[in-house]
């Protein structure tokens, strides 16, 4: 009896999972990332993709509002800076913990989002942009212009509790450079599953009937509203989920590094998930995650690698100072999502227009449609056998 | 009782007046034929009826309602429902979710039969228009029939008791015309009330009893088609006149 539900689930999982190429891609994606730490890679590796988890959240929330709802913003960082502001200011005035300042910076991006959200649905398109782009640089300055004493000025506040902080392991008997591993590690499975869960509920959201609704506003919102339709408040639903977890990336990233600093309401900040959204493909959600990734390996470990040894080959062939200039500002020359380069910028240009729908996309496209030849083959097979047998009695 | 009444409604754009001064009904159960030479208001007027225009005076009655003003879902909501002259399909969805979203709609979630999904309603809306095979087809790809009849299965999907119907005839075959008279009667049967803009005359006086002329916003002659049709003012706005 346990050896035939074994065999059910197993069926369905072949047929829901296995036999789906983006699931299964999806599948190998979580087991590789689980058992990646496994090889032992350098904490600097880990870090990096602890990183660019939070981006990807940060980057999927994005993404929603554009590709679902059809709104442009480009001051997507006032939720990223109001969440890690939100609870770093928690902490540091009330010394909260951060399980309980988290859910209320959270709390209040969804806040932040309505009252933006009002302003913003008077207007559309490119005007919608300009204003969004406004409030995180508004916020900026009265962060700047308050007393340090409130929200730190320029240094951002500082010295915020961390996820696991390092005594945990200490007590537990790790050694010093052990227990930062460990740390990091740990770090590293909470933000990817964070990120997991999280880009869980935006692809439901966006491939619900909400989505449904959410598309036909973004297509054409006149019709929609013939349709009985109440866009407004179909817009500011998309608005506030959104604020919510771009939010929370803010939130897991402040305490992440310990600070909740200017940068998260730079404009750099707002660009970082138009970069990585554009790459991925827009509107699908699992496209920035994707992307968020291929570009920390370009932009950390590819492209740095690549221009040393450009730096190399240059002083070879004699231009010494050029090739000494470059491999002394490499990460000035190369940058990465966050801070963008010259080099790193040339590279983006060739992918986007390379894969002008994503990078994400194209590759899920291209599964589908041989998933589908593969269908219709086996199709065809069978109805060719059953003509065959209907025949051979005759 | 009639189902609409409208009453002495003024729209002015500028110095021009698009609909002047204009009071008709809509009883229950008919088709209403809406006629006028190009820029005579028709196209305006249903606007204000659905609210996508604010009028300047006069008021809108739907089931001795007021709603002259209101904001176009929840006009939706109360039961008229439009279709528009250009087709406005939601192009980067398949058909089935364009008339999907009409679905979802409050008032159509709110009428939803027990134990039948939106998805299962769509499928339905879609048969009753002759478009079942192109239920998986993205919008962009459909023929510009096809995506007439798609409007007014969406139009249909929201459980209108009124429908406002913008030139369904415009750009169609006769094929396809025919088609369209043949899902018009049948919704007519149904027991759907319907107003039908049109600029085919052939067409539109087979389906309506009743019709209305207007000519630079104004209201000129009201009655059957015969009576309109031998008209001194209808025949002298369509043909110009006698010297």
Redesign the interface.
Known sequence: MVLSYFRRTYSIFTSKVLDVPPRLLVLLFFLLFMFFPLTRPGADLLGKLTQYSILAIFAASWDFLIGRSGQLSLGHALFFGVGAYTSGALCYHFGLPLWATIPMGVLLCILVAFLVGFPCLRVKGPYLALVTLAFPIILLTVFLGLPAKYFGGENGITGLPVFFPIEFFTERGFGWKEAIYQQTLAQYYLMFLLLFISSYILYRIAYS?TG??L??I???E??????????TKYKLMAFAISGLFGGLAGCLYAHWIGVAGLSTLMLTQSFVPIIITFLGGIGTIYGPIAAAYILMFLGEFVLPDAVEGLAGLMTNIGLVSLGHNLKSNITSWTGSATSPGLIFMIVIIILIIKWPTGIARSVVDKLEDLSEERELEERGKRIWKREKKKKSPS | MHLLEVENLTKRFGGLSAVNNVSFHVDEGEILGLIGPNGAGKTTLFNII?G?LKCDSGTVKFKDEDITGL???KI??KGI??T?QVV??????PAI??V???C?????SKKLEWLKS?ERKALDMLEDVGLTEMALEPAANLAHGDLKRLEIA??L??EPELLLLDEPFSGMNPIETDLLTKSIVRMHLDGHTMVIVEHKLRELMRLVKRVIVLHYGEKIAEGSPKEVTKNEKVIEVYMGRVM
């Open positions: 009937k449904i609704v598309v036909s973004l297509d054409d006149v019709a929609s509203k013939a349709s009985g339709i109440n866009t | 659905s996508f904001e176009p879902h939706v909501n429902s439009r528009f406005r399909p939601f192009h980067h969805l979710a364009n999907m979203v009409s979802l709609s409050p008032r159509a939106p969406r139009a999907a929201t």
